[in-house]
Protein backbone atom coordinates (compact mmCIF):
# COMPACT_ATOMS: atom_id res chain seq x y z
CA UNK A 1 0.00 0.00 0.00
CA UNK A 2 1.24 3.30 -0.87
CA UNK A 3 2.16 6.00 2.06
CA UNK A 4 -0.68 8.60 2.75
CA UNK A 5 0.37 11.79 1.04
CA UNK A 6 0.81 12.96 4.64
CA UNK A 7 3.32 10.77 6.22
CA UNK A 8 3.66 10.48 10.04
CA UNK A 9 6.68 11.91 11.29
CA UNK A 10 9.73 10.38 13.15
CA UNK A 11 8.94 8.01 15.83
CA UNK A 12 5.31 7.36 14.01
CA UNK A 13 6.57 4.71 11.59
CA UNK A 14 7.71 2.32 14.73
CA UNK A 15 5.84 -0.75 14.84
CA UNK A 16 4.71 0.14 10.95
CA UNK A 17 5.12 -2.69 8.14
CA UNK A 18 8.28 -1.90 5.90
CA UNK A 19 5.60 -2.15 3.20
CA UNK A 20 4.08 1.29 4.70
CA UNK A 21 7.33 2.92 4.29
CA UNK A 22 7.70 6.07 1.84
CA UNK A 23 10.12 5.10 -0.33
CA UNK A 24 13.04 5.33 -1.09
CA UNK A 25 13.68 3.95 2.66
CA UNK A 26 17.00 2.23 4.02
CA UNK A 27 15.91 -0.83 5.67
CA UNK A 28 18.03 -2.31 8.41
CA UNK A 29 17.49 -5.61 9.37
CA UNK A 30 17.95 -6.08 12.97
CA UNK A 31 18.63 -9.69 13.35
CA UNK A 32 20.87 -9.91 10.92
CA UNK A 33 22.97 -6.84 11.72
CA UNK A 34 22.56 -8.36 15.50
CA UNK A 35 24.13 -11.74 14.13
CA UNK A 36 27.05 -10.14 11.81
CA UNK A 37 28.28 -8.03 15.14
CA UNK A 38 28.34 -11.14 17.14
CA UNK A 39 29.92 -13.01 14.84
CA UNK A 40 32.72 -10.31 14.70
CA UNK A 41 32.61 -10.15 18.27
CA UNK A 42 33.43 -14.41 18.46
CA UNK A 43 36.04 -14.17 15.87
CA UNK A 44 38.08 -11.04 18.02
CA UNK A 45 37.80 -13.31 20.92
CA UNK A 46 38.89 -16.24 19.15
CA UNK A 47 41.95 -14.49 17.96
CA UNK A 48 42.13 -12.86 21.90
CA UNK A 49 42.24 -9.41 20.11
CA UNK A 50 39.76 -6.50 20.29
CA UNK A 51 37.47 -5.48 18.41
CA UNK A 52 37.15 -1.50 17.75
CA UNK A 53 34.08 -1.16 14.77
CA UNK A 54 35.09 1.10 12.25
CA UNK A 55 32.18 3.52 12.33
CA UNK A 56 33.67 5.20 8.89
CA UNK A 57 32.92 8.48 9.75
CA UNK A 58 35.94 9.11 12.07
CA UNK A 59 39.46 9.89 10.58
CA UNK A 60 42.19 7.79 11.67
CA UNK A 61 45.34 9.80 12.57
CA UNK A 62 48.20 7.68 12.22
CA UNK A 63 48.30 5.10 9.34
CA UNK A 64 51.60 3.77 8.86
CA UNK A 65 51.92 1.62 5.67
CA UNK A 66 52.72 2.00 2.27
CA UNK A 67 49.58 2.56 0.47
CA UNK A 68 48.25 4.53 2.85
CA UNK A 69 50.86 7.14 3.26
CA UNK A 70 54.65 7.84 1.56
CA UNK A 71 57.04 5.50 3.87
CA UNK A 72 57.29 1.78 3.74
CA UNK A 73 57.55 0.15 7.05
CA UNK A 74 60.79 -1.40 5.75
CA UNK A 75 62.25 1.89 5.14
CA UNK A 76 64.76 3.99 7.85
CA UNK A 77 62.28 6.91 7.53
CA UNK A 78 59.06 4.49 9.09
CA UNK A 79 61.25 4.12 11.78
CA UNK A 80 62.73 7.82 12.47
CA UNK A 81 58.70 9.15 11.62
CA UNK A 82 57.51 6.82 14.68
CA UNK A 83 60.33 7.66 16.91
CA UNK A 84 59.75 11.51 16.53
CA UNK A 85 55.94 10.98 17.24
CA UNK A 86 56.55 9.45 20.61
CA UNK A 87 59.55 11.53 21.72
CA UNK A 88 59.56 14.70 19.68
CA UNK A 89 56.54 16.17 21.94
CA UNK A 90 55.33 13.67 24.47
CA UNK A 91 53.10 16.04 26.34
CA UNK A 92 50.89 16.61 23.01
CA UNK A 93 51.12 13.49 21.32
CA UNK A 94 51.35 9.89 21.82
CA UNK A 95 52.55 7.20 19.52
CA UNK A 96 49.14 4.67 20.71
CA UNK A 97 50.46 2.48 17.90
CA UNK A 98 50.35 1.24 13.87
CA UNK A 99 47.28 0.49 11.89
CA UNK A 100 46.84 -1.13 8.55
CA UNK A 101 43.69 -0.65 6.63
CA UNK A 102 44.54 -3.80 4.37
CA UNK A 103 42.45 -2.45 2.14
CA UNK A 104 44.42 -4.19 -0.95
CA UNK A 105 41.61 -6.81 0.24
CA UNK A 106 39.17 -5.73 -2.08
CA UNK A 107 41.28 -6.00 -5.27
CA UNK A 108 40.88 -9.82 -4.45
CA UNK A 109 39.64 -12.80 -6.04
CA UNK A 110 38.04 -14.77 -3.58
CA UNK A 111 38.88 -15.82 -0.05
CA UNK A 112 42.02 -17.22 -0.14
CA UNK A 113 43.50 -14.37 -1.96
CA UNK A 114 41.86 -12.07 1.11
CA UNK A 115 43.90 -14.39 3.34
CA UNK A 116 46.76 -13.94 1.55
CA UNK A 117 46.74 -10.08 2.28
CA UNK A 118 45.77 -10.57 5.23
CA UNK A 119 48.73 -12.89 6.48
CA UNK A 120 51.01 -10.36 4.36
CA UNK A 121 50.05 -7.21 6.32
CA UNK A 122 49.65 -8.88 9.66
CA UNK A 123 53.29 -9.97 9.24
CA UNK A 124 54.35 -6.81 8.09
CA UNK A 125 52.74 -4.91 11.24
CA UNK A 126 54.39 -7.34 13.34
CA UNK A 127 57.94 -6.85 11.95
CA UNK A 128 57.70 -3.16 12.51
CA UNK A 129 56.29 -3.24 16.15
CA UNK A 130 59.34 -5.58 16.51
CA UNK A 131 61.86 -3.16 15.41
CA UNK A 132 60.13 -0.19 17.12
CA UNK A 133 60.07 -1.92 20.56
CA UNK A 134 64.10 -2.99 19.48
CA UNK A 135 64.92 0.82 19.01
CA UNK A 136 62.97 1.61 22.28
CA UNK A 137 60.18 3.24 21.02
CA UNK A 138 57.11 1.86 22.78
CA UNK A 139 53.70 0.82 20.35
CA UNK A 140 51.24 -0.84 22.73
CA UNK A 141 48.56 -0.85 19.83
CA UNK A 142 48.83 -3.22 16.69
CA UNK A 143 45.60 -2.75 15.16
CA UNK A 144 43.94 -3.94 11.30
CA UNK A 145 41.10 -3.23 9.27
CA UNK A 146 39.22 -4.26 6.54
CA UNK A 147 35.95 -6.50 6.73
CA UNK A 148 37.19 -9.07 3.75
CA UNK A 149 40.38 -9.99 6.07
CA UNK A 150 38.41 -9.59 9.65
CA UNK A 151 35.00 -11.87 7.80
CA UNK A 152 38.03 -14.90 7.27
CA UNK A 153 40.88 -14.07 9.94
CA UNK A 154 44.05 -16.14 9.49
CA UNK A 155 45.49 -17.16 12.58
CA UNK A 156 48.76 -14.44 12.02
CA UNK A 157 45.93 -11.65 12.58
CA UNK A 158 46.08 -13.08 16.33
CA UNK A 159 49.43 -11.75 17.05
CA UNK A 160 47.70 -8.04 16.58
CA UNK A 161 46.11 -6.04 19.76
CA UNK A 162 43.05 -5.35 18.14
CA UNK A 163 40.73 -5.93 14.51
CA UNK A 164 39.25 -2.47 13.15
CA UNK A 165 36.41 -3.98 10.40
CA UNK A 166 33.51 -1.69 9.51
CA UNK A 167 31.14 -2.37 6.79
CA UNK A 168 30.30 -5.95 8.48
CA UNK A 169 27.53 -4.61 10.40
CA UNK A 170 25.69 -4.35 7.15
CA UNK A 171 27.76 -6.06 4.59
CA UNK A 172 26.91 -5.30 0.69
CA UNK A 173 27.09 -6.99 -2.61
CA UNK A 174 30.38 -5.96 -2.97
CA UNK A 175 31.59 -7.82 0.05
CA UNK A 176 29.40 -11.13 -1.63
CA UNK A 177 31.44 -11.47 -4.74
CA UNK A 178 34.51 -10.87 -2.17
CA UNK A 179 33.47 -14.08 -0.54
CA UNK A 180 33.19 -12.04 3.06
CA UNK A 181 29.51 -12.93 3.35
CA UNK A 182 26.85 -15.49 2.30
CA UNK A 183 23.79 -13.74 1.06
CA UNK A 184 21.39 -13.78 4.27
CA UNK A 185 23.74 -11.79 6.23
CA UNK A 186 23.62 -8.70 3.67
CA UNK A 187 21.47 -6.27 6.38
CA UNK A 188 20.81 -3.83 4.24
CA UNK A 189 17.90 -2.86 1.79
CA UNK A 190 17.06 0.35 0.17
CA UNK A 191 13.33 -0.03 -0.32
CA UNK A 192 11.59 1.47 -3.32
CA UNK A 193 8.03 1.62 -5.60
CA UNK A 194 7.19 0.39 -9.25
CA UNK A 195 6.49 4.22 -10.66
CA UNK A 196 5.67 3.27 -14.22
CA UNK A 197 5.67 0.50 -16.68
CA UNK A 198 7.29 0.84 -19.89
CA UNK A 199 5.86 -1.87 -22.23
CA UNK A 200 7.51 -0.63 -25.64
CA UNK A 201 11.03 -0.54 -23.91
CA UNK A 202 10.40 -3.55 -21.23
CA UNK A 203 11.53 -1.75 -18.44
CA UNK A 204 10.25 -0.49 -15.01
CA UNK A 205 10.35 3.11 -13.27
CA UNK A 206 11.03 2.84 -9.77
CA UNK A 207 11.61 5.88 -7.11
CA UNK A 208 14.96 4.69 -6.08
CA UNK A 209 17.79 6.94 -8.08
CA UNK A 210 21.39 7.95 -7.11
CA UNK A 211 20.63 10.16 -4.43
CA UNK A 212 18.91 6.34 -2.25
CA UNK A 213 21.94 4.43 -3.52
CA UNK A 214 24.75 6.20 -4.78
CA UNK A 215 26.69 5.18 -7.81
CA UNK A 216 28.75 2.90 -6.64
CA UNK A 217 29.50 -0.31 -8.33
CA UNK A 218 29.04 1.72 -11.59
CA UNK A 219 32.57 1.79 -11.42
CA UNK A 220 33.08 -2.11 -11.88
CA UNK A 221 32.11 -1.59 -16.19
CA UNK A 222 28.79 -2.53 -15.75
CA UNK A 223 26.87 0.43 -15.70
CA UNK A 224 23.99 1.16 -13.09
CA UNK A 225 23.38 -2.63 -13.07
CA UNK A 226 26.51 -2.99 -11.12
CA UNK A 227 24.84 -0.33 -8.14
CA UNK A 228 22.74 -3.07 -6.31
CA UNK A 229 20.75 -6.35 -6.97
CA UNK A 230 16.89 -6.95 -6.85
CA UNK A 231 16.32 -9.10 -4.14
CA UNK A 232 14.09 -12.00 -5.21
CA UNK A 233 14.37 -11.28 -8.65
CA UNK A 234 17.79 -12.16 -10.31
CA UNK A 235 15.39 -11.96 -13.48
CA UNK A 236 15.48 -7.97 -13.31
CA UNK A 237 18.91 -5.48 -13.36
CA UNK A 238 19.17 -2.05 -12.89
CA UNK A 239 20.05 -0.46 -16.11
CA UNK A 240 19.67 3.49 -15.32
CA UNK A 241 19.62 5.94 -12.24
CA UNK A 242 18.97 9.03 -12.32
CA UNK A 243 18.71 11.80 -9.06
CA UNK A 244 15.14 9.96 -8.29
CA UNK A 245 14.34 7.24 -10.62
CA UNK A 246 15.79 4.10 -11.63
CA UNK A 247 15.01 1.73 -14.62
CA UNK A 248 14.48 -2.08 -13.90
CA UNK A 249 14.25 -4.51 -17.32
CA UNK A 250 14.65 -7.88 -17.82
CA UNK A 251 18.27 -9.67 -17.93
CA UNK A 252 16.24 -11.57 -21.46
CA UNK A 253 13.27 -11.71 -22.76
CA UNK A 254 9.50 -10.00 -21.81
CA UNK A 255 8.96 -8.59 -18.65
CA UNK A 256 5.75 -9.83 -16.92
CA UNK A 257 4.13 -6.74 -16.20
CA UNK A 258 1.59 -8.05 -14.17
CA UNK A 259 3.83 -8.77 -10.87
CA UNK A 260 4.88 -5.73 -10.86
CA UNK A 261 2.16 -3.50 -10.02
CA UNK A 262 2.38 0.01 -10.19
CA UNK A 263 3.06 1.21 -6.37
CA UNK A 264 4.20 -2.35 -5.55
CA UNK A 265 7.28 -2.10 -3.70
CA UNK A 266 11.17 -3.94 -4.42
CA UNK A 267 14.12 -4.33 -2.56
CA UNK A 268 17.27 -3.22 -3.70
CA UNK A 269 20.85 -4.67 -2.36
CA UNK A 270 23.48 -2.50 -2.76
CA UNK A 271 26.55 -2.79 -3.95
CA UNK A 272 28.58 -0.42 -1.47
CA UNK A 273 26.56 -0.07 1.95
CA UNK A 274 28.87 2.43 3.56
CA UNK A 275 28.14 4.85 0.30
CA UNK A 276 24.33 3.86 0.32
CA UNK A 277 24.41 4.49 4.28
CA UNK A 278 25.26 7.90 3.70
CA UNK A 279 22.91 8.99 1.12
CA UNK A 280 19.77 8.66 3.80
CA UNK A 281 19.30 10.74 7.08
CA UNK A 282 17.09 7.51 8.87
CA UNK A 283 17.36 4.49 8.67
CA UNK A 284 14.17 2.13 9.33
CA UNK A 285 15.67 -0.44 11.74
CA UNK A 286 13.09 -3.59 11.43
CA UNK A 287 12.60 -7.19 13.12
CA UNK A 288 11.26 -9.28 10.39
CA UNK A 289 9.61 -6.80 8.54
CA UNK A 290 7.94 -4.52 11.34
CA UNK A 291 10.14 -0.99 12.60
CA UNK A 292 11.14 -1.58 15.49
CA UNK A 293 13.80 2.11 15.96
CA UNK A 294 14.89 4.97 13.84
CA UNK A 295 19.28 5.61 13.27
CA UNK A 296 19.82 9.13 12.91
CA UNK A 297 23.02 9.02 11.37
CA UNK A 298 25.90 11.52 12.02
CA UNK A 299 26.71 13.61 9.11
CA UNK A 300 29.72 16.09 7.98
CA UNK A 301 32.64 16.84 9.06
CA UNK B 1 45.78 28.04 8.44
CA UNK B 2 44.14 24.54 9.58
CA UNK B 3 40.46 24.92 11.80
CA UNK B 4 41.12 24.72 16.01
CA UNK B 5 40.22 21.28 17.04
CA UNK B 6 37.09 22.70 18.24
CA UNK B 7 35.73 24.36 15.98
CA UNK B 8 33.13 26.75 16.82
CA UNK B 9 29.17 26.01 15.81
CA UNK B 10 27.04 26.50 12.98
CA UNK B 11 27.09 30.93 12.68
CA UNK B 12 30.06 31.14 14.54
CA UNK B 13 31.41 30.73 10.83
CA UNK B 14 29.82 33.61 9.62
CA UNK B 15 32.48 36.33 8.79
CA UNK B 16 35.36 34.08 8.51
CA UNK B 17 37.28 33.54 5.67
CA UNK B 18 37.41 30.59 4.07
CA UNK B 19 41.04 29.52 4.93
CA UNK B 20 39.30 29.17 8.33
CA UNK B 21 36.71 26.08 7.49
CA UNK B 22 37.31 22.52 8.92
CA UNK B 23 37.25 20.57 5.50
CA UNK B 24 36.16 19.07 3.61
CA UNK B 25 33.56 22.15 2.76
CA UNK B 26 31.33 23.28 0.45
CA UNK B 27 31.91 26.58 -1.01
CA UNK B 28 29.03 29.00 -2.49
CA UNK B 29 30.35 31.67 -3.96
CA UNK B 30 27.29 34.15 -3.59
CA UNK B 31 27.89 36.61 -6.38
CA UNK B 32 28.19 33.79 -8.93
CA UNK B 33 25.21 32.54 -7.93
CA UNK B 34 23.15 35.21 -7.94
CA UNK B 35 24.66 36.43 -11.62
CA UNK B 36 23.73 32.82 -12.92
CA UNK B 37 20.34 33.32 -11.02
CA UNK B 38 19.87 36.65 -13.03
CA UNK B 39 20.88 35.72 -16.37
CA UNK B 40 18.45 32.75 -16.29
CA UNK B 41 15.82 35.12 -15.34
CA UNK B 42 16.92 37.56 -17.99
CA UNK B 43 16.69 34.43 -20.27
CA UNK B 44 13.39 33.56 -19.67
CA UNK B 45 12.07 37.60 -19.65
CA UNK B 46 13.79 37.89 -22.96
CA UNK B 47 12.00 34.53 -24.43
CA UNK B 48 8.65 35.83 -22.65
CA UNK B 49 8.25 32.34 -19.99
CA UNK B 50 8.38 31.91 -16.66
CA UNK B 51 11.09 30.76 -14.78
CA UNK B 52 10.27 27.57 -12.53
CA UNK B 53 13.93 26.76 -10.49
CA UNK B 54 14.38 22.92 -10.08
CA UNK B 55 15.44 21.91 -6.59
CA UNK B 56 15.93 18.70 -7.44
CA UNK B 57 14.64 17.42 -4.46
CA UNK B 58 11.13 17.89 -5.55
CA UNK B 59 9.51 15.27 -7.83
CA UNK B 60 7.66 16.28 -10.98
CA UNK B 61 4.26 14.46 -10.99
CA UNK B 62 3.22 14.46 -14.84
CA UNK B 63 6.19 13.63 -17.00
CA UNK B 64 4.50 12.74 -21.25
CA UNK B 65 7.39 12.10 -22.95
CA UNK B 66 9.45 9.14 -24.60
CA UNK B 67 12.21 9.15 -22.44
CA UNK B 68 10.86 9.30 -19.55
CA UNK B 69 7.55 7.56 -19.39
CA UNK B 70 5.56 4.35 -21.92
CA UNK B 71 3.37 6.73 -24.32
CA UNK B 72 5.00 8.45 -26.87
CA UNK B 73 3.92 12.17 -27.72
CA UNK B 74 2.69 10.99 -31.19
CA UNK B 75 0.93 7.50 -30.02
CA UNK B 76 -2.77 7.53 -29.27
CA UNK B 77 -2.18 6.42 -25.84
CA UNK B 78 -0.83 9.88 -24.87
CA UNK B 79 -3.92 11.99 -25.40
CA UNK B 80 -6.08 9.30 -23.72
CA UNK B 81 -3.52 9.55 -20.85
CA UNK B 82 -4.05 13.44 -20.45
CA UNK B 83 -7.85 13.30 -21.19
CA UNK B 84 -7.94 10.66 -18.60
CA UNK B 85 -5.80 12.69 -16.34
CA UNK B 86 -8.00 15.78 -16.80
CA UNK B 87 -11.62 14.69 -17.36
CA UNK B 88 -11.75 10.55 -14.88
CA UNK B 89 -11.76 13.07 -11.62
CA UNK B 90 -10.99 16.59 -11.60
CA UNK B 91 -12.22 16.83 -8.50
CA UNK B 92 -9.07 15.17 -7.13
CA UNK B 93 -6.48 15.67 -10.34
CA UNK B 94 -5.88 18.79 -12.50
CA UNK B 95 -4.21 17.90 -15.53
CA UNK B 96 -1.95 21.38 -15.18
CA UNK B 97 0.23 20.79 -18.22
CA UNK B 98 3.09 19.04 -19.90
CA UNK B 99 6.86 18.69 -18.86
CA UNK B 100 10.28 17.49 -20.62
CA UNK B 101 12.92 17.13 -19.30
CA UNK B 102 15.16 17.65 -22.28
CA UNK B 103 17.68 15.24 -20.59
CA UNK B 104 19.20 13.96 -24.30
CA UNK B 105 21.52 17.51 -24.16
CA UNK B 106 23.73 15.75 -21.36
CA UNK B 107 24.37 13.25 -24.17
CA UNK B 108 25.68 16.24 -26.70
CA UNK B 109 29.15 17.42 -27.54
CA UNK B 110 28.52 21.05 -27.54
CA UNK B 111 25.99 24.29 -27.76
CA UNK B 112 24.93 23.34 -31.68
CA UNK B 113 24.05 19.85 -30.43
CA UNK B 114 22.17 21.26 -27.40
CA UNK B 115 20.64 23.52 -29.09
CA UNK B 116 19.20 20.97 -32.15
CA UNK B 117 17.62 18.52 -29.24
CA UNK B 118 16.10 21.88 -27.06
CA UNK B 119 14.71 22.78 -30.74
CA UNK B 120 13.12 18.99 -31.36
CA UNK B 121 11.92 19.28 -27.87
CA UNK B 122 9.96 21.99 -28.00
CA UNK B 123 8.94 21.60 -31.45
CA UNK B 124 7.43 18.07 -29.68
CA UNK B 125 5.97 19.74 -26.63
CA UNK B 126 3.78 22.35 -29.11
CA UNK B 127 3.05 19.83 -31.63
CA UNK B 128 1.30 18.01 -28.19
CA UNK B 129 -0.47 20.84 -26.70
CA UNK B 130 -1.99 21.63 -30.05
CA UNK B 131 -3.51 18.15 -30.22
CA UNK B 132 -4.88 18.19 -26.94
CA UNK B 133 -6.24 22.01 -27.52
CA UNK B 134 -8.02 20.51 -30.52
CA UNK B 135 -9.30 17.82 -28.49
CA UNK B 136 -10.78 19.71 -26.07
CA UNK B 137 -8.56 18.83 -23.15
CA UNK B 138 -7.09 22.37 -22.03
CA UNK B 139 -3.17 22.51 -20.73
CA UNK B 140 -2.09 25.33 -19.57
CA UNK B 141 1.15 24.71 -19.19
CA UNK B 142 3.97 24.04 -21.13
CA UNK B 143 7.65 23.82 -19.83
CA UNK B 144 10.77 22.14 -20.36
CA UNK B 145 14.15 21.86 -18.30
CA UNK B 146 17.77 20.90 -18.31
CA UNK B 147 20.29 23.30 -17.72
CA UNK B 148 22.07 23.06 -20.93
CA UNK B 149 19.02 23.78 -23.11
CA UNK B 150 18.36 26.71 -20.88
CA UNK B 151 21.97 28.08 -20.64
CA UNK B 152 21.64 28.99 -24.77
CA UNK B 153 17.75 29.11 -25.20
CA UNK B 154 16.39 28.87 -28.98
CA UNK B 155 13.52 31.21 -30.08
CA UNK B 156 11.38 27.83 -29.89
CA UNK B 157 11.09 28.00 -26.35
CA UNK B 158 9.42 30.94 -26.27
CA UNK B 159 6.10 28.73 -26.88
CA UNK B 160 6.61 27.47 -24.29
CA UNK B 161 4.86 28.70 -21.12
CA UNK B 162 8.07 28.16 -18.47
CA UNK B 163 11.59 26.75 -18.13
CA UNK B 164 12.89 24.12 -15.77
CA UNK B 165 16.65 24.39 -15.26
CA UNK B 166 17.76 23.47 -11.55
CA UNK B 167 22.05 23.11 -12.14
CA UNK B 168 22.47 26.53 -13.43
CA UNK B 169 22.55 28.47 -9.94
CA UNK B 170 25.95 26.80 -9.27
CA UNK B 171 26.87 25.03 -12.73
CA UNK B 172 29.96 22.29 -12.75
CA UNK B 173 32.37 20.95 -14.62
CA UNK B 174 29.87 19.05 -17.24
CA UNK B 175 27.81 22.14 -17.52
CA UNK B 176 31.31 23.44 -18.41
CA UNK B 177 32.17 20.40 -20.99
CA UNK B 178 28.63 20.64 -22.53
CA UNK B 179 29.28 24.54 -22.99
CA UNK B 180 26.46 25.62 -20.64
CA UNK B 181 28.80 28.36 -19.01
CA UNK B 182 32.22 29.62 -19.08
CA UNK B 183 34.99 28.47 -15.86
CA UNK B 184 34.02 31.84 -14.19
CA UNK B 185 30.49 30.95 -13.76
CA UNK B 186 31.02 27.75 -11.50
CA UNK B 187 30.08 28.88 -7.90
CA UNK B 188 30.91 25.55 -6.19
CA UNK B 189 34.05 24.20 -4.63
CA UNK B 190 34.84 21.61 -2.65
CA UNK B 191 37.45 22.72 0.01
CA UNK B 192 40.10 20.16 1.00
CA UNK B 193 43.25 20.61 3.06
CA UNK B 194 46.91 18.27 2.33
CA UNK B 195 47.21 15.63 4.79
CA UNK B 196 50.33 14.13 3.50
CA UNK B 197 53.21 14.51 0.43
CA UNK B 198 54.34 11.38 -0.46
CA UNK B 199 57.56 12.13 -2.48
CA UNK B 200 58.59 8.40 -3.56
CA UNK B 201 54.91 8.07 -5.77
CA UNK B 202 54.66 11.87 -6.15
CA UNK B 203 51.60 12.00 -4.35
CA UNK B 204 49.41 14.30 -2.25
CA UNK B 205 46.61 13.07 0.38
CA UNK B 206 43.94 15.12 0.64
CA UNK B 207 40.88 15.02 3.33
CA UNK B 208 38.33 15.08 0.50
CA UNK B 209 36.91 11.47 -0.62
CA UNK B 210 34.04 10.60 -2.36
CA UNK B 211 31.26 11.42 1.04
CA UNK B 212 32.34 14.94 0.32
CA UNK B 213 32.57 14.60 -3.56
CA UNK B 214 30.57 11.88 -5.06
CA UNK B 215 31.62 9.32 -7.42
CA UNK B 216 29.89 11.36 -10.34
CA UNK B 217 32.45 11.58 -13.26
CA UNK B 218 33.96 8.46 -12.55
CA UNK B 219 31.39 6.86 -15.08
CA UNK B 220 32.85 9.30 -18.08
CA UNK B 221 35.78 6.31 -17.82
CA UNK B 222 38.79 8.26 -16.87
CA UNK B 223 38.36 7.23 -13.02
CA UNK B 224 38.56 9.30 -10.29
CA UNK B 225 40.08 12.24 -12.35
CA UNK B 226 36.98 12.87 -14.09
CA UNK B 227 35.40 13.44 -11.01
CA UNK B 228 36.77 16.95 -9.79
CA UNK B 229 38.97 19.38 -11.51
CA UNK B 230 41.63 21.03 -8.87
CA UNK B 231 41.02 25.45 -9.22
CA UNK B 232 44.30 26.75 -10.25
CA UNK B 233 45.93 23.68 -11.29
CA UNK B 234 45.59 22.28 -14.41
CA UNK B 235 48.73 20.36 -13.85
CA UNK B 236 46.81 18.11 -10.86
CA UNK B 237 44.41 15.61 -11.30
CA UNK B 238 42.59 13.26 -8.92
CA UNK B 239 43.78 9.63 -9.09
CA UNK B 240 41.74 8.06 -6.32
CA UNK B 241 38.78 8.90 -3.80
CA UNK B 242 38.12 6.41 -0.82
CA UNK B 243 35.25 7.84 1.41
CA UNK B 244 37.49 10.41 3.62
CA UNK B 245 40.75 10.83 1.50
CA UNK B 246 41.68 11.89 -2.01
CA UNK B 247 44.79 11.71 -4.04
CA UNK B 248 46.45 13.99 -6.12
CA UNK B 249 49.52 13.70 -8.53
CA UNK B 250 50.67 15.84 -11.52
CA UNK B 251 49.54 14.75 -15.68
CA UNK B 252 53.19 14.30 -15.92
CA UNK B 253 56.26 15.49 -14.16
CA UNK B 254 57.80 15.28 -11.14
CA UNK B 255 55.23 16.85 -8.19
CA UNK B 256 56.49 20.12 -6.53
CA UNK B 257 55.58 19.56 -3.14
CA UNK B 258 56.97 22.84 -1.70
CA UNK B 259 54.16 24.50 -3.20
CA UNK B 260 51.95 22.37 -1.24
CA UNK B 261 52.65 22.48 2.52
CA UNK B 262 50.71 19.82 4.59
CA UNK B 263 47.74 21.73 6.10
CA UNK B 264 47.26 23.72 2.83
CA UNK B 265 44.09 24.31 1.30
CA UNK B 266 43.02 23.45 -2.46
CA UNK B 267 39.37 24.23 -4.08
CA UNK B 268 38.01 21.40 -6.19
CA UNK B 269 35.57 21.79 -9.03
CA UNK B 270 32.91 19.46 -8.78
CA UNK B 271 31.66 17.47 -12.17
CA UNK B 272 28.04 17.14 -11.07
CA UNK B 273 26.86 19.89 -8.56
CA UNK B 274 23.50 18.73 -7.97
CA UNK B 275 25.86 14.82 -6.41
CA UNK B 276 28.15 16.84 -4.75
CA UNK B 277 25.87 19.24 -2.69
CA UNK B 278 23.95 16.36 -1.68
CA UNK B 279 26.62 15.02 -0.05
CA UNK B 280 27.09 18.28 2.13
CA UNK B 281 25.15 19.26 5.52
CA UNK B 282 25.84 22.58 4.75
CA UNK B 283 27.09 24.79 2.29
CA UNK B 284 29.19 27.98 3.14
CA UNK B 285 27.92 30.66 1.33
CA UNK B 286 31.01 33.72 0.67
CA UNK B 287 31.65 36.80 -0.65
CA UNK B 288 34.88 36.94 -2.35
CA UNK B 289 36.08 34.09 0.30
CA UNK B 290 34.39 35.65 3.40
CA UNK B 291 31.78 33.80 4.85
CA UNK B 292 28.39 35.65 4.68
CA UNK B 293 25.86 33.10 5.37
CA UNK B 294 25.06 28.82 6.05
CA UNK B 295 22.82 27.05 3.82
CA UNK B 296 21.10 23.81 5.29
CA UNK B 297 19.56 22.05 2.68
CA UNK B 298 16.48 19.57 3.10
CA UNK B 299 17.09 15.91 2.90
CA UNK B 300 15.21 12.67 2.65
CA UNK B 301 11.94 11.69 1.30
Redesign the interface.
Known amino acids: MPPSLRPPQGSAWLGRRLEEL????LAVAEGTARRNAERMLQRCRALGVRLRPHV?TH?TLVRMFDR???V?PTEPGALELARAVAQSAPRRVALVGVYAHC?DTYQCAGVPEVQAVARATAAALGRFVDMLRQAGVPCPEASMGSTPSCSHPVPEMGALTELHPGNYLFYDLQQLQLGSCAPQDVALRVLTRVL??????N?L?V?CG???L???G??QGQ?PAGCAAVEGHPELRLVGL????GLLEPVSGALDFDRFPVGSMLALIPFHA??TA?????YYVHDEGRVVALWHPV???
Not at 22 to 25: D, E, G, I, L, V
Open positions: PTPAKKLVGRGGHYPRRQLDWAASLHQQGTQEHCAAMHPVRGW
